[in-house]
């Protein structure tokens, strides 16, 4: 018998059943406006084993795994998580966002996080600005983004033991049946 997703999050982030759309998550989530699905639906769809529906919403690629959505649950629901198991089960399937533009800020932001485990907001607005070739895009935003220090011009510094904890988790995924 197929698994269905439900089942899937059961064993792996806790039960997403207990979720009872309060919203807390969505209204925390800094992104939220860019997103085409709120995290609390996507949790509601996750519960009822909506696999393809949630699988086709460009949320999963938009989440900046920031975490204020799961410190923000009152049932300790692992959002941020969710959103990066069901971001690898699209992969798997080869599911892509319709965007394409939304892909590319998912690689820029994912490569840059992979370089020190914290994202350098910078260079990953001048890279994916480059790769769309539309080098003065959102450019308006930057000044204001500096005032509230939302943006610095120094990279920040890499997240101690991050280089171990990748080496750890790249040895994991090269054994078959880790
Ligand atoms: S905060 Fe938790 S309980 Fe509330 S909607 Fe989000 S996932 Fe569900
Ligand atoms: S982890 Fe993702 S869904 Fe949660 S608050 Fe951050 S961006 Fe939003």
């Excluded at 806790?14 to 989530?29: E, I, W």
């Excluded at 509601?44 to 799961?70: D, K, M």
């Excluded at 920040?156 to 991050?162: A, L, N, S």
Aim: aromatic share 8%; hydrophobic share 35%.
């Amino acid at each position: 018998m197929e698994t269905t997703l439900l089942e899937t999050e059961t064993r792996t982030f806790g039960n997403t059943s207990l979720c009872y759309q309060c919203a807390k998550c969505s209204s925390g989530c800094p992104i939220s406006e860019e997103m085409d699905m709120l995290p609390h639906q996507v949790i509601h769809l996750a519960s009822l084993g909506l696999e393809q529906r949630v699988l086709s919403t460009e949320t999963i690629w938009i989440c900046a795994n920031c975490y204020a959505c799961a410190v923000k649950c009152p049932n300790d629901i692992d959002i941020t998580g969710i959103m990066n198991d069901l971001k690898q089960k699209a992969i798997e399937q080869g599911i892509a966002p319709s965007r394409p533009e939304v892909y590319q800020f998912h690689k820029v932001f994912a490569n840059d996080v992979l370089k020190r485990g914290k994202a350098y907001e910078l260079w990953i607005m001048g890279e994916y600005n480059l790769r769309l070739r539309k080098p003065f895009k959102n450019v308006l935003l930057a000044p204001r983004m500096f005032l509230k220090n939302k943006l610095k011009l120094k990279p920040p510094r890499q997240v101690r033991g991050f280089r171990g904890w990748i080496h750890k988790l790249l040895l994991r995924k090269q054994r078959p049946h880790a």
